[in-house]
């Protein structure tokens, strides 16, 4: 917990102001308004606390009379805590919000954004910042930034076997010249394998593998988020997931499970990470040659987008105060915080102004953002459907009949969903 206080009032005046109110009677509200506490939440990381805390010290000298209380938890833990403060009556006034947003709307917890985001703030946010904090019509956050990803590949490595790094959109791998590629950097001793062609930080999750199934034009929930059967379990989908899953058991080029640091430190030679992977591997391995190239591509481009978006609970005492401090980190310091955190940016005008995004290589993650982007489920059903698609993709990189896997776990969804996610 870090409460991040604005400067009190100096001795002499508190001695002031009480001589005051004993000797005409001034009642305390006259002479100084009383100190707000707002409690904000969002997920832990060191250096993006570091630059939250940077930007609520701004929102506090412009708003004196306000305490703004910061708490940060683990991500694997972040939402589990919002769900027991709601349960318990007593959630922060405005915290970090993703995907689950229908989740939370849908129980009633998150206060309607609609009638605080003018129409030309609403206008400035680009096209995808604006699909995960809405449920049925309703705004029910405001995002803070975007998110995407790219391939990262060894510089060194790739210019040793004379491969051209791609370095835009155009120019991305097909699935068959990435597997081609893959497999000639994968390097082996016997059955040791002493360098991976591919690997993936965020390993087996939704969020890396639902891009291949979009590439191949497949899908994994009904457009009105009802149906799982037919989606999940289609040809389309069977296929993508067959394609993944040959690179774990047929062309052997990625690991079953993730190796730490795996990129940088030699063991991987393309790996597929968010954009903000570069502020990590600069400060941590500043020496290290890299280079950012588009994601590989199947019948069409598809990169997963999203990103952190910031909400106010139903139950907060002070709705626009809360608004204030929302509008404050989004709009008024977006500019500030990409440049910390090292997202992108969700603002047309800071895309449009700074002339870095639109070469490389944040040129890649913008194209992509734009005429890429594909998204999570936005289902109040998404915990199961994370949980119900990570067993799948574990299972389908050991071996598994693929088909069989997709059909017994639409099966899930279809009664999840259903039940609305309960």
């Known amino acids: 917990m870090v409460s991040l206080s604005p400067r009190r009032p100096a001795r002499w005046f508190a001695l002031l102001v009480l001589a005051l109110i004993v000797l005409v009677g001034v009642p305390p509200i006259a002479i100084a308004q009383q100190t707000t506490t707002l409690r904000f939440w969002m997920s832990a990381d060191p250096a993006l606390e570091a630059a939250m805390d940077a930007l609520l010290r701004g929102y506090m000298r412009t708003h004196p009379n306000v305490t703004v ?78 998110l995407t990803e790219g391939l990262f590949v060894n510089r060194t490595i790739f210019e040793e076997a004379g491969i051209k790094i ?66 999940l379990n289609s040809p389309a989908t069977v296929e993508a997931m067959k394609w993944y899953q040959s690179l774990f058991t047929t062309h052997r080029v990625i690991s079953v499970d993730p190796i730490p640091d795996g990129f940088p430190t030699g063991r991987i030679a393309i790996f597929q990470a968010p954009s903000t992977y570069r502020a990590f591997l600069d400060a941590r391995f500043p020496d290290f040659k890299y280079a950012v190239v588009p994601m590989f591509k199947g019948k069409r481009c598809a990169v997963t987008a999203g990103g952190w978006n910031v ?13 204030s401090l929302v509008d404050y980190l989004t709009r008024e310091r977006h500019a500030e915080w990409v440049r910390t955190s090292g997202y992108l940016p969700v603002r047309k005008s800071l895309l449009q102004r700074e002339p870095k995004f639109r070469q490389y290589p944040w040129g890649i993650f913008v194209d992509q953002l734009q005429q890429c982007q594909v998204h999570r489920p936005n289902t109040p059903a998404y915990n199961f459907f994370f949980d119900t698609f990570l067993a799948v993709a574990r299972d389908a990189a ?24 309960r």
């Open 69 to 146: 209380q910061r708490d940060a938890f683990p991500f694997n833990e972040y939402h589990q805590k919002l769900t027991t403060a709601f349960a318990s009556g007593d959630p922060p006034d405005v915290f970090w919000m993703d995907v689950r947003t229908a989740t939370f709307a849908s129980a009633g917890s998150l206060l309607v954004l609609e009638k605080y985001l003018t129409p030309q703030n609403k206008a400035d946010i680009i096209a995808s910042g604006l699909i995960e904090p809405v449920w049925k019509g309703n705004l029910y956050g405001v995002p803070m930034h975007e």
């Open 166 to 231: 791609p370095q835009r959109l155009e120019e991305a791998w097909t699935w068959d010249e990435f597997v081609t590629i893959a497999r000639r950097l994968t390097r082996r001793t016997g059955e040791r394998t002493d360098v991976w062609g591919f690997g993936v930080l965020r390993h087996l999750s939704d969020w890396s593998i639902l891009p291949v199934i979009m590439q191949n034009n497949g899908a994994v929930i009904s457009p009105d988020l009802k149906k799982a059967t037919g989606y």
């Open 311 to 323: 909400s106010v609970a139903t139950r907060t005492k002070n709705k626009d105060l809360s608004w």
């Open 398 to 421: 050991l071996g598994r009949d693929v088909q069989s896997l997709l059909d017994a776990a639409a099966a899930r969804m279809d009664v999840s969903l259903s039940r609305g996610g």
